[in-house]
C-alpha cells in the first residue's frame, strides 16, 4: 500500500456538467469534416432519415489506429493533443490535419458504430481530451476504448439526444452519464477518473458494490472471475462462491504487463501522481517488453525523421528502461544485432513480442493476466482471462495490484468437425469475424469461449491465433478450455511434471449449464481457404471465390499471431515443398519471416527453417511487431502495394498505406511462390471445389 495516497485530498466533479464547445461530426464525405474544420456548425437532426443533408453519414468502425495512427503514439505527453483524428479515412481521403481539432474548439465528437474499435491504446482518448474533447457520442463504443475515456475523466454516451443539448450550453445531469452504469463505472466518473476513484477507495469513501450472487452454473471464465474477486482490498481477501454477469468489482491480477507504446505514459502518471520514488505493488509480477518500434529506424518515412519522430520514439525505449531499472521490473529488451546466414550484421529486434512470451513462458491455466494491449486474450489459449487494458488501467494496477471489472456475458463458438490439412486456426477466425452476430458488433465486450472437436484437436500455438483475434471480434477475452494439450504444452513448454500441470487445470472447465447469450456453430469441414479483403478482418471470403486473379507485391508472415513456432512450421512446410519443385519466391514480390519472440527464431534454427527461408528468398528477420504496426520491414510505401498478411488486423493504414489482405499461415506462404492470392494443398492432396482460381 503506498501510504501517502491514503491522507491525499479527493474530491469528486459537480452534479450538472456543461460542456463549452462545439460539435464535431466525424462523418464519411471528407467535405463535411473540412467545412467543420473550417468553422460551419452543419446541421445534425438524429431524427432525419440516414444519409440525408439534416443527417449526414457517419463514419463506422473508427479505429484507435484513425484516431491516433501509430507514429502519433510516439507521444506520450499532451502534445498528442495536437493530432487527434491525423488518420481518419473519410471517402478515400485523411481530412483532418495537425491542430485542426484543437484549433476548432470542438468540445464533443460524434460518429457511428463501433467508435473506438481495434488497438487498446490510450494514446487516442487522451489525444481526443488533449484537444479539447470532452464528451464522446457514438451508436456503440468498445469496451476497452470506452473505459479508456471513463478512466481518463471523458464522458461517453449513446444518447445523439445530447447534440443539441450541448449546442444550447444546457447544463446536463451527472447521472446522465451514470444512469447506465455499475456501480464502479459510475464512481470513476463521478470521480472524474480512475486514479481518483482509486485513491477514494483505498480512503474507504468509494463505495464498491459487494457481490453476494448465490452458487449456480458458471462459465470457465465465471470460475475465474470467482477465484480472483476482491472482497476487501484492505485485508487482502479474495473470493467468492460465484459470479453472474454485470457483478463490478476488482480482481486481483497475476500477471501485468505493458510495452513501450504504454509504459512511458504510464510511467509519468506514476511519478506525477503517486510520486517518482514510490514503489510498485510486486513488481516480480510486472513485466514490460520492447516489442513495436525495433525497426523503426529502417521503415520511418522522411517527413516523419524530419518532423523529428525518430527522436521522440527513441525516448519511448528510454523512459520504459529506466522506469524498469528504477522499480526492479523484468524489462523484455531489444536484441544487440548479431551475424545472419550471410555474415551480415542484423538489425536489432527484440527478445519478444509481448504476447509471444507471456503465453511461452508465464500464462499459466487460471490465471487473471491483464497487458497493455487489445490482443492480450492470445494467452487465454491456455485456460486464463487475459484482456487488454488502457494505460491509466496499468498504472492504477501499478499501485493496487488489481483490476476493475464488469462480469461481462460470454458466447460460444463450437466448431465441429474434422478440418481440412490446409485450413488454419487463422480461417477459422476469419469465418467467425464474418458472422452476422460479430458484424453487427453484438459481441463486443461479451467473453468468447471456443469449444468442439475442431478446436480440441489443435495445438496450443493454434489455440493462441483463435484468442488472440478475440480482439477483432470485440471481445472482452477469448478463451478455451485446458486439457490433455495444454498439460503436454506445460509440460513440453515449461518443464512442468504431468501432475504439476494436471493439478493447475483441474476445475478449469464450464459446467453444463453454464449460460451463453449466442452459440455459433460451425462445420470445419466444410471451411475452404480464406481471406479477408483490405479494410476490416471481418470482410472475410473463401480464396476461390475471388473476382479475379490478385497480384501481391509483399508477402508478410509475422507477429505475436502468426509468428509462432507452429506458424513456422507452416511457412517451411510450404517453402519446402517449393524448393523441390524448384520454385522460389515470385519475381517482384518482397517476402518477409518474423518470428513473435527469439526462442521462435531458435527453434528455426535448430530445424534449418532459417536456411529454407533464405533459400526460397524470404528475408527472414528477428522478432519484434515491425510490419504489422507499421514500423518495420514488410510496410507497404503506395496506396497501390497489394500484400497478403498472416497478421491479425489489416484496417486502413495498419501496415502502411496499401492494401493488405489477410490470410493463414500456409495461404501466404503459397502467394509469396505464386506471385497472387492462392490456396495451398499439400503435396499429392486431391483440390477443392474451385481449383481454377485458386492453387499453386
Ligand atoms: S505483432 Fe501486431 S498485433 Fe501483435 S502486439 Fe505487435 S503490433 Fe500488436
Known sequence: MIQSLLSRPVQKVPDRVRFDGRVLFLAEDPEIVRRQLDGEDIPFDPEAPPCSAAHPALRDNISTDEITPAYICYYFDETLGDFPYLGLKCGEEFPIVRGAVRNGNFVASVSGKRRGKGSSREQSPYAEMMAGIRLVIAENIERIYRENCQNLGLFTSTDFGLIDRVRRGEEIPLSEFTANEGGISRGIIEYGGLFNYNVARLQGKAEVPTVDTPPRPMT??????????????????????????????????????????????????????????????????????????????????????????????????????????????????????????????????????????????????????????????????????????????????????????EVPKSFRVVVHGEKPSNITAKDFMLEILRHPYIKSGEAIGQIIEYAGEAVSALSVDERATMTNMAAEVGAFTGIIAPDEKTVEYLMEQRGMSESEARELCAGLYSDEDAEYVKVIEIDASSLRPMIALPGDPGNGMYVDELPGEVAIDIAYAGSCTA?????????????????????????????????????????????????????????????????????????????????????????????????????????????????????????GEARGSAPELAHV
Open 220 to 405: 470457465i471464465s465465471e470460475k475465474i472471475f470467482a477465484r480472483h474477486w476482491v472482497v476487501d482490498a484492505a485485508s487482502g481477501t479474495v473470493g467468492v462462491p460465484a459470479v453472474k454477469p454485470g457483478d463490478q468489482g476488482f480482481v486481483i491480477t497475476d500477471i501485468r504487463f505493458s510495452h513501450e507504446y504504454v509504459t512511458p505514459m504510464s510511467a509519468i502518471f506514476f511519478e506525477q501522481l503517486v510520486g517518482p520514488d514510490e514503489p510498485v505493488n510486486d513488481p516480480s509480477s510486472v513485466f514490460f517488453f520492447r516489442d513495436h518500434l525495433t525497426f523503426l529506424d529502417q521503415v520511418m518515412r522522411p517527413e516523419h525523421r524530419e518532423m523529428g519522430l525518430l527522436d521522440v520514439a527513441n525516448q519511448l525505449e528510454a523512459k520504459q528502461r529506466t522506469f524498469a531499472a528504477a522499480k526492479g521490473i523484468r524489462l523484455y529488451g531489444q536484441l544487440d544485432k548479431r551475424l545472419n546466414l550471410h555474415g551480415a550484421l542484423t538489425a536489432a529486434g527484440s527478445e519478444a513480442i509481448c504476447h509471444s512470451k507471456i503465453l511461452e513462458a508465464h500464462a499459466l491455466p487460471g490465471q487473471i493476466i491483464i497487458g497493455s494491449d487489445s490482443h492480450t486474450p492470445h494467452a487465454g489459449a491456455v485456460g486464463c482471462v487475459a484482456f487488454g487494458v488502457g494505460t491509466t488501467a496499468i498504472f492504477n494496477s501499478w499501485i493496487t495490484k488489481d483490476v476493475r471489472v
Open 563 to 683: 509468428g509462432k513456432k507452429e506458424d513456422m512450421d507452416m511457412y517451411a512446410r510450404v517453402f519446402s515443398e517449393a524448393l523441390e519443385r524448384g520454385e522460389k519466391v515470385a519475381d517482384g514480390v518482397r517476402c518477409f519471416i518474423q518470428c513473435g519472440s527469439r526462442e521462435v527464431f531458435e527453434y528455426c534454427q535448430e530445424r534449418g527453417y532459417d536456411r529454407v527461408f533464405t533459400d526460397v528468398g524470404a528475408t527472414f528477420i528477428e522478432p519484434s511487431c515491425g510490419a504489422c504496426i507499421n514500423a518495420g520491414p514488410g510496410v507497404s510505401r503506395t496506396k497501390d502495394d497489394v500484400t497478403i498478411s498472416a497478421i491479425n488486423r489489416n484496417f486502413p493504414g495498419r501496415s502502411g498505406p496499401g492494401q493488405l489482405y489477410l490470410a493463414s499461415p500456409y495461404t501466404v506462404a503459397a502467394s509469396a511462390i505464386a506471385g497472387r492470392i492462392v490456396e495451398w494443398h499439400a503435396e
